[in-house]
């Protein structure tokens, strides 16, 4: 998941997962990860499906996840298991969310519920597709990250569309084994390095920035006040 010279701790908590980010996109760790490789497939499933799906769902208010298209991993990938009507896409992201060089990048107990607005539906979601059915494929961390590099140069992966964003507002959410639930937040998409136009990092700025360069974009977060259940999330603290 990205560099930055302004983050904060919080940031650091959230993005060592992947979502996607100083989490979702942090770098090496130097001390030795407990995820070395990845764990037998089953690990990463959730046998229950309808589980899955309403996992999947508390990624936002139902107001917007409760029209939207639902995808549950299987041993084959993703599929879409209930149609969605307002092109929003809500899926539970795995570890393989984060960057390569993330600890915690074949961490079994991550899972991220997401839904992306239709513009990430079509754009940036489909990175991680990419990645899981490379992941499904036994491909190695190297070979991911070569793949999906090629995948964008060649424009095979559609370039991101202005106003991709998402919802993490689930309080079921495991990022990682450091921030767990942490905090429910909004993300924005926004292509190349961009965090001094959003006036990101900046003291008072409630936006948090993360680079992410190996999914081209830069990563915009804000906090939350509430749960997508609509209850309220614990206070931040820096």
Not at 54 to 67: E, F, K, T, Y
Not at 145 to 158: F, I, N
Request: aromatic content about 8%; hydrophobic content about 45%; glycine content about 6%.
């Amino acid at each position: 998941m990205p560099h930055s010279n302004h983050r904060i701790v919080p940031l650091f908590v959230l993005f060592s997962i992947a979502l996607l980010v100083p989490s979702r996109r942090s770098q090496a760790q130097t001390e030795p990860s407990p995820y070395a490789a990845m764990a037998p497939l089953d690990q990463y499933l959730i046998a229950d499906q309808d589980a899955e799906i309403a996992l999947a769902r508390s990624a936002a208010p139902p107001s917007i996840s409760g029209q939207a298209e639902v995808m549950v991993l299987g041993r084959t990938g993703f599929t879409t298991a209930v149609q969605g009507t307002n092109g929003f896409l809500c899926v539970v992201e795995r570890s393989w969310g984060a960057a390569t060089d993330d600890a915690e990048f074949w961490n079994p107990k991550v899972s991220s519920p997401i839904c992306f607005n239709p513009a990430a539906a079509r754009t940036f979601a489909q990175i991680f597709l990419l990645k899981t059915k490379l992941v499904l494929a036994g491909k190695s961390k190297a070979e991911i990250r070569a793949a999906t590099a090629s995948a964008l140069d060649q424009k095979q992966l559609p370039p991101l569309e202005p106003a991709a964003m998402c919802y993490m507002m689930s309080k079921q959410q495991y990022l990682n084994d450091r921030g767990k639930s942490w905090h429910p937040h909004l993300m924005f998409f926004v292509s190349g390095d961009a965090a001094k136009s959003w006036g990101a990092d900046q003291p008072g700025s409630p936006v948090i920035s993360a680079n992410d360069p190996e999914e081209r974009v830069t990563i915009m977060m804000v906090w939350a006040a509430n749960w997508s259940d609509g209850s309220p999330a614990p206070p931040m603290t820096h």
